[in-house]
Structure formats: C-alpha cells, structure tokens
C-alpha cells in the first residue's frame, strides 16, 4: 500500500564565518519545527515518522556532511529514542520529580523578540546554577538549552555586545553532540 504524504521543502543559508585569511565555516542553526493541527485519537496506532533530510551541494560535499540532532522541545516527553548520541543519558526525560520552572514557555513568549529569549535565558542560568547537579544529564540538556537561549537573546554572540553569564556554565556545551563552534 502506498501512502501519500505531504512534504515541505525550504532552502536555508546558514551564516558563513571567516576562521582565518584561508578558511570560512558554516554556523550551526537551530531549525523548528511545527505541526499544527490535531489528530483524532484513534487515527493515531502509535509514533508518527518524520523524515527529515539534510543536504549541502554536491560541490562542498568534501569539505563538510551535514548532521541532524533532534531533542524535544516538550520536557515533559517520554520517549526513549530522542537524544544526540548514545552517551547522552535520557533519565532526565523519565524523573517526575525533575522541576523545570522556565517550561512551558508563557503564552505571551514571542520567539522574534530577543527580550523574551533575554529573559528565558536568565531563567535557565539561576535554574541551572542554584538547582541542578553538574554531574546529571538534566545539567548538559540544561546548558543546551541555556546556550539556545543565549544566542537566541544576543544573535551577534560571540561578536557584538552581550552581557557576560556566569562562568559556570562552559561556553561550548555542544561538545556532548560531537561538534563544535
């Protein structure tokens, strides 16, 4: 049986940054996702399979291969095969005693302005260092998320004006996906 399915394709360009007087690299980007609407119950018997497809012009397919992580963006999420690499401890996505007070995100939270990303990430800062173990994986999805926010608030990061956050959560916290700025 054949299904048809809807597909949705878009052409981004990701920000290009000079490393030295030879070399440019491609930055990362950090691309949502939405499915509006509902579903009626029963029309669900289980996960819903999304591909999603990554590629780069055949020409620059020496010098680089795209690569896709995806977490939830609900925390409250119970499944056990979204992570970024086998190392990465899902336990925190099981812990009904996990607290995580800057989620849900306010109805009133707009994703276009910066102030409201400023707030969120100051969220995430006094929760991640008044409340969460260093050594948990809640800590390392916590500085991803921090991270995210970070950006989000000052775009220009690292160049550019932003206000300095504190010095104990590690300015690369994408080393635990396997990739770096």
Not at 3 to 10: E, G, V
Not at 153 to 174: C, E, H, K, N, V
Request: proline fraction near 9%.
């Amino acid at each position: 049986m054949n299904s048809a399915s809807l597909t949705n394709i878009s052409i981004i360009y990701p920000h290009v940054q000079q490393e030295d007087m030879n070399n440019v690299s491609l930055q990362p980007m950090f691309v949502t996702i939405f499915f509006p609407g509902s579903f009626p119950r029963q029309a669900i018997q289980g996960d819903i399979p999304i591909r999603i497809s990554v590629s780069i012009a055949e020409e620059y397919g020496s010098f680089t291969t795209p690569i896709i992580e995806v977490a939830p963006m609900d925390s409250r999420y119970r499944g056990s095969s979204i992570h970024c690499s086998d190392d990465f401890s899902q336990d925190m996505f099981y812990d009904d005693e996990v607290s995580i007070p800057f989620l849900p995100l306010p109805p009133t939270f707009n994703h276009f302005n910066r102030s409201d990303w400023q707030i969120v990430s100051q969220k995430i800062q006094e929760w991640l260092t008044s409340e969460v173990d260093t050594k948990s994986s809640l800590w390392t999805w916590g500085r991803v998320a921090f991270w995210l926010a970070f950006v989000a608030a000052y775009p220009s990061f690292p160049t550019g004006q932003w206000p300095m956050w504190d010095p104990r959560i590690p300015l690369y916290p994408y080393e635990v996906c396997g990739f770096r700025y």
